[in-house]
């Protein structure tokens, strides 16, 4: 059986270490079923690949011949498109707003960058399909451990295989993160990854407000330490890590409803209102 590859679209074919150009006019002739490798080469449209079994594509079979035809995958507005090849995956990031996709023969994952980022470009650290890009003043980077993406925003820096990156988290205290990850083949092996202060201490308002604000940011944070130093002492001393995790549960966002008063949402999704109450500037109870 002889398979012929045509496309209406002008792409490259990737065949094991071999690549063919093919549009309206040429096509790819081959004995044996295999796994091929498409990247357009016109905006609009997105990488793709033609399995053995020739999914993502239409079949037309005539004696001993089957011609094959394969579909490409479509983006709406056809700009801002990028891809790159890792191996046996393809890595695209389209948008507008961005979405980074890794798609291979029996995977897909993808991502969307929901920061405003800016000059993108996808990069390889050592085999691992990443997106660099700027964001305001700070550096961006987007790392795809194999399932999983890992998103840094802040100072980042790239020596060959090893990222070093200190995160600015959005709180009062002007908290960050000071994160060191080692990639090797793809594999994302993160070595360090502690909470610090960007200013060296913690800040702290003098308002009752922001400082019941700042206490649950320091909880989102699982900064307990400080958490307690807005407490009274007696309720300080009675709390252990424990009782912090177990008492607000997990939530990503705090939003008030008076200085006093707050609702906790994890994903969108609301979990509780909390009431602080105060005395003497300090935290004596909460409901």
């Known amino acids: 059986m002889k398979y012929k590859i045509f496309s209406d679209i002008p792409c490259v074919a ?19 079923k295999c796994v091929i490798y498409l990247y357009p ?24 011949t089957t011609y094959v035809f394969p579909e490409f995958p479509t983006i709406s507005s056809g700009e801002n498109v990028l891809h790159k090849a890792f191996g046996n995956k393809f890595a695209s990031l389209t948008g507008t707003p961005y979405k980074f996709t ?5 995977s897909f994952f993808s991502y969307d960058i929901k920061k405003n980022i800016s000059s993108p470009e ?46 600015y988290l959005d709180s009062i205290s002007k908290h960050g993160k000071l994160t060191k990850i080692e990639i090797n083949n793809g594999k994302v092996q993160i070595l360090e990854n502690e909470l610090l ?14 400082k019941n604000y700042s206490f649950l940011q320091s909880i989102l944070v699982k900064d307990y330490n400080l958490a307690r130093s807005y407490l009274d002492e007696k309720l300080s001393e009675k709390l252990t ?41 300090k935290i004596v109870d909460v409901n």
């Open 197 to 210: 202060y960007l200013k060296n201490k913690p800040i702290k308002p003098k308002f009752i407000g922001a």
């Open 122 to 167: 996808i990069i390889n650290i050592s085999n691992a399909p990443c997106v660099s890009a700027n964001f305001k003043d700070k550096n961006y980077l987007l790392i795809f451990d194999g399932k999983n993406f890992i998103e840094i925003c802040g100072d980042v820096e790239i020596d060959k295989n090893k990222v070093t990156a200190v995160s």
């Open 14 to 32: 990737k065949v094991k270490e071999e690549s063919f150009e093919l549009d309206d006019t040429n096509f790819l002739e081959l004995e044996d």
């Open 41 to 64: 080469l016109v905006k609009g449209f997105l990488p793709t690949l033609i399995s053995p079994d020739f999914e993502n594509a239409k079949l037309y079979r005539n004696d001993d």
């Open 241 to 281: 890590d424990e009782h912090f995790s177990k008492f607000f549960g997990e939530f990503d966002e705090i939003l008030p409803l008076s200085i006093n008063t707050f609702c906790l949402k994890n994903k969108n999704t609301p979990i509780g209102v909390f009431e602080l109450k105060n005395l003497n500037g």
């Open 102 to 106: 890794i798609s291979g023969e029996d």
